[in-house]
């Protein structure tokens, strides 16, 4: 298996744009996360889905984020409009209903200037 | 609630010396522990974790974590440092059985430096 999958892994854009977040979770797993890591806050959970349908966002920053896993294959993270505090690594997660690990694509790392 | 607590952000070893990460967590329910290895540049990759049974438990690269419930601590540790284990360490708490790994709650991590 070819493991979690994040595109791109790195963005840079202008403050005011639209930024969209890719991942592509391991086949079969029923769990995604995506998490958020920075200096000043470490790893936080940010939103997590259950087969396709979200769980808990309340880790959503604000109403700039926004999550959606339209598929078992496919989910995006975007952020509209982007600011320069947003600048972050990002992080997708899954896991297998059951499972005792969590597996983690390896970010993208967000730039906003 | 759950959280954890790693002591030390940083923390240095000569390369053949003992490693040595604490951490401490914090659950209303039995919980279910991990440590995370970060690489620079990298994901996050599982070391080890604590489900039940056995408390002592032996993860990737000769490292290895006790849980200590009365010490509410699973601190990672290796006997002997390498050059290649320089990386950052997380600590991380779920809710037990009921969430397994869902929803892992991470400290702020450990980075570790090994000087030749």
């Known amino acids: 298996d070819a493991g979690v999958i994040q595109s791109p892994r790195h963005e840079v854009t202008e403050m005011g744009q639209e930024v969209t977040l890719r991942c592509k979770p391991i086949?079969?797993?029923?769990?995604l996360f995506w998490y958020r890591q920075t200096m000043m806050r470490g790893l936080e959970l940010l939103i997590y889905?259950?087969?396709?349908?979200?769980?808990?966002d309340s880790g959503m920053p604000e109403d700039r984020f926004s999550a959606k896993m339209p598929n078992a294959s496919f989910s995006t993270l975007k952020i509209q409009p982007s600011e320069p505090r947003d600048s972050a690594v990002y992080f997708c997660?899954?896991?297998?209903?059951?499972?005792?690990?969590?597996?983690f694509g390896q970010g993208t790392r967000l730039t906003v200037v | 609630a759950q959280s954890v607590t790693q002591l030390g952000s940083h923390v240095s070893v000569s390369e053949g010396a003992l490693v040595l990460l604490r951490c401490n967590y914090s659950s209303s329910v039995p919980p279910y522990l991990f440590w995370y290895v970060q690489y620079p540049n990298q994901g996050l990759q599982l070391l080890l974790k604590y489900t039940t049974g056995a408390t002592l438990v032996k993860g990737i690269n000769g490292f290895e974590a006790e849980f200590k419930k009365s010490e509410t601590s699973f601190h990672l540790t290796k006997p002997s440092a390498h050059m290649s284990d320089a990386a950052e360490y997380f600590c991380?708490?779920?809710?037990?059985?009921?969430?397994?790994?869902?929803?892992?709650?991470f400290g702020t991590g450990t980075r570790l430096t090994v000087i030749p």
């Open positions: 086949s079969g797993h029923d769990y």
């Open positions: 889905f259950n087969n396709n349908v979200p769980i808990d």
């Open positions: 997660a899954s896991s297998r209903q059951g499972g005792t690990e969590a597996f």
């Open positions: 991380a708490v779920s809710r037990g059985f009921a969430a397994g790994a869902n929803n892992l709650f």
